[in-house]
């Protein structure tokens, strides 16, 4: 059994729960799950994320970190690696290229995304210091952001170098300080956020919008959609969590530290959407009577809302400026484990450095994530099965994509790995019906379900 990888080790549990944590939480949070939500009619839709992230996302979540663990290598040869040691095919290795391929497919328009929230953050910044003109008309201004490709290149160009400098130089460094000082940080903000939320006079509305169930809006997409997000969310499905396992101490407890990032996580995105749905019910949906209630979002939900609270709120520039600098921070914390596993795999596999390998990834990346930079403008009438450029990228890679790996991944811990190997790296002192549970979730539940959501897709549901 290794005890540790050639790619360096986290310092300790915590480090690797912030890293974990900074790579769950993010724009997945704070972005796509309230425009989401907007989209598929609130509470049954949430009802149905927050089941997917117990039955699926946990099970998922352990058996990533423990094949990582077990591997203690890139994705893709740690799990040769294991299944030689089984004796299995090394088609298992397929679950490590679809992660691979997941991850740049997010990457690509996770970057051009962040870049807007980079884009907002020095807006607000120069509006502080006197140098910029104030956000009156928040479509307006969104609109004209999409509709210039230069900027928006500048911006998903910028925040893949920021990447890039971390990853370059190993995970550990960087990372650690950036998670633990500035993720709680946005953490309050939210809260702060929140606070002003619940004086709006929407608050109420707001909360039976995400938790009062209207099962009429149930349907095979938007259970697709909410499957999608709690792999999304959890960063699950693409091998980065089981790259982070990797670098993981062997005695660490991996249930306890899968479900603190798991609430961590759900913590957040439901508490971003409790400040987030006021806002939009107040500024937009009261002023508006021929609304009936809150409409479909679509990815500029947060730009186009939040600016209007930040527009009367005491200090809401200052405050405007350290939202979403942070969520870029936020965002950043997730784009490293985008990036780290095809890196990882690079810098075993060819005699490429970190450096050099780190720079070939971002460098697809930034290309690949240029059409979705496109699809906003000069390519805006392209439409690939209904949908824009991006938003076909992002429901291809997070909806279809995570849930493939997904269901690899738990077939692979449940079925190829011993249970001896398994129940090693879980908890030795676990006891047994606890580890019972958890083997035929991982073998049978996760799969089922998984399978079954999937096939809504092809029609067969
Ligand atoms: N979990 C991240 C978020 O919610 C996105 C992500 C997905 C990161 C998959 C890594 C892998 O923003």
Known sequence: MQTSSIHGMWSSRLAFILAATGSAVGLGNIWRFPYITSENGGGAFVLIYLLCILAVGLPVMFSEILIGRRGRMSPINSIRELSDDAGATRAWMGLGVIGVIAGFLILSFYSVVAGWTLHYGFLYAKELVGAGAPITDPGETFGSLLGNAGELTFWHGLFMIMTVGVVAFGVEKGLERAVSILMPILFVLLLILLGYSMNTGYFQEAVSFLFKPDFSQVSGPMIVTAMGQA???????????????????????????????????????????????????????????????????????????????????????????????????????????????????????????????????????????????????????????????????????????????????????????????????????????????????????????????????????
């Open 231 to 461: 792999f999304f969310t959890l960063s699950l499905g693409m091998c980065a969590i089981m790259t982070y396992g990797a670098y993981l101490p062997s005695d660490v407890n991996i249930p306890r530290v899968g479900v603190t990032i798991a609430l961590a996580d759900t913590a957040v995105a439901l508490v971003a959407g409790l400040a987030i749905f006021p806002i939009v019910l107040a500024f937009i949906v009261a002023p508006n009577p021929e609304l009936t209630g809150i409409p479909a979002g679509g990815p500029g939900l947060i730009f186009e809302s939040l600016p209007l609270a930040f527009s009367t709120m005491p200090f809401g520039i200052l405050f405007g400026m350290l939202f979403f600098l942070l969520l870029s921070v936020a965002a950043w914390t997730s784009s490293i484990s985008l990036m780290e596993p095809a890196t990882a795999y690079l810098v075993e596999s060819t005699n490429l450095s970190r450096k050099a390998s780190a720079l070939v990834v971002a460098g697809l990346a930034w290309t690949l994530g240029l059409a979705s930079v496109f699809s906003f403008n000069i390519w805006s009438e392209v439409t690939i099965g209904g949908k824009d450029i991006m938003s076909a990228i992002e429901f291809v890679a997070a909806d279809i994509m995570l849930p493939i790996g997904g269901l690899l991944t738990a077939l692979f811990a449940g079925w190829v790995l011993s249970r001896k190997i398994t129940r090693e790296e879980l908890d030795q002192k676990m006891p047994d019906w606890a580890f019972q549970s958890w083997l035929w979730l991982t073998r049978i539940v996760t799969p089922a379900l998984i399978v079954v959501v999937m096939a809504s897709i092809l029609g067969f549901f």
